[in-house]
């Protein structure tokens, strides 16, 4: 079984309380949740990127294929 995780532009797990989702179209939905968090001051800060303007946002995170061996 394959699942998905979703890890922000600096390399962190985006919710700690369910790090890794059962499909690509649920860890999108999850990051779509995430994103929101940010609207406000209309930027995601990165220690690596510096800010990342939302838009551009999906470009930056790392979505990774995790499958149980």
């Not at 962190?12 to 059962?22: C, G, H, R, S, V």
């Amino acid at each position: 079984m394959k699942k998905f995780q979703v890890l922000s532009p600096d390399r962190i797990t985006i919710e700690f309380d369910k790090p890794y989702y059962a499909s690509k179209d649920e860890a999108f939905e999850a990051f779509d949740r995430w994103k929101k968090r940010y609207e406000f001051q209309g930027y995601y800060s990165s220690n690596d990127h510096g800010r990342i303007p939302l838009e551009e946002l999906e470009d930056y995170v790392y979505v990774r294929e995790i499958s149980n061996n």
